[in-house]
């Protein structure tokens, strides 16, 4: 099992930044490519960002040259710098990781949905 811990939520002014980090704890071998979602009021969960065991990294359209995801493989934690940010990305940023299937480094990882965090909240004042 894979438990995921978001921290770095708060309120910022438009155009400020703030930096959110998830900590991994458990079967972290288990874990593979890890992503930050975020979910607005009233709108639908949505990828905000993603990087891959080999640091491969997707951005949706809206956050590209403003947010930039990063990992640390080895201790399982994985961090959003987020710049320049708008109201409108006022949300609950999630923390997710797929699974690796598999007998990893001695550890037995089993098939099963993604891993999920509680989500830290993001509040942008206009």
């Known amino acids: 099992q894979v438990r995921l811990v978001e921290s770095g939520g708060g309120v910022v002014q438009a155009g400020g930044s703030l930096r959110l980090s998830c900590a991994a704890s458990?079967?972290?071998?288990?874990?593979?490519?890890m992503g930050w979602y975020r979910q607005a009021p009233g709108k639908e969960r949505e990828l905000v960002a993603s990087?891959?065991?080999?640091?491969?990294?997707k951005y949706a359209d809206s956050v590209a040259g403003r947010f930039t995801i990063s990992r640390d493989v080895e201790e399982g934690n994985l961090y959003l710098q987020m710049n320049s940010l708008k109201p409108e990305e006022t949300a609950v940023y999630y923390c997710?990781?797929?699974?690796?299937?598999?007998?990893?480094?001695?550890?037995?990882?089993?098939?099963?949905?993604?891993?999920w965090g509680k989500g830290t909240l993001v509040t942008v004042s206009s």
């Open positions: 458990g079967d972290i071998v288990c874990t593979d490519t």
């Open positions: 990087i891959s065991r080999s640091g491969r990294t």
């Open positions: 997710n990781s797929g699974r690796r299937v598999g007998a990893i480094g001695g550890v037995a990882c089993y098939y099963g949905p993604d891993y």
